[in-house]
């Protein structure tokens, strides 16, 4: 499973880099639970706020390695 889609962190833009931080992150959690199932049904506001966590986490990397904060 390729965790980093094209093996870069660098983006055309801040929009670019969001939607992957969203798929890295979508990845990083098929990764840890492979069932879909599985997943669908442990789907809890807890489950979802870590999931959102690991969003932002994704986000402020890609965000980082682009300087897109300066």
């Given amino acids: 499973m390729e ?3 094209g093996n870069s962190l660098i983006t055309a833009s801040p929009e670019d880099g969001r939607a992957l931080a969203v798929l ?3 990845n990083t959690i098929h990764a840890i639970g492979p069932d879909v ?3 669908r049904n ?6 979802l ?3 959102a966590h690991v969003v932002s986490i994704e986000f402020a990397t890609i965000a980082a390695a ?3 904060w300066r």
Avoid: C, I, Q
């Avoid at 442990?42 to 489950?47: G, I």
């Fill in 66 to 68: 682009n300087n897109y």
């Fill in 42 to 47: 442990a789907m809890d506001s807890e489950t």
């Fill in 24 to 26: 890295m992150a979508r």
């Fill in 3 to 5: 965790l980093v889609p």
């Fill in 37 to 39: 199932e599985v997943l």
């Fill in 49 to 51: 706020t870590t999931a």
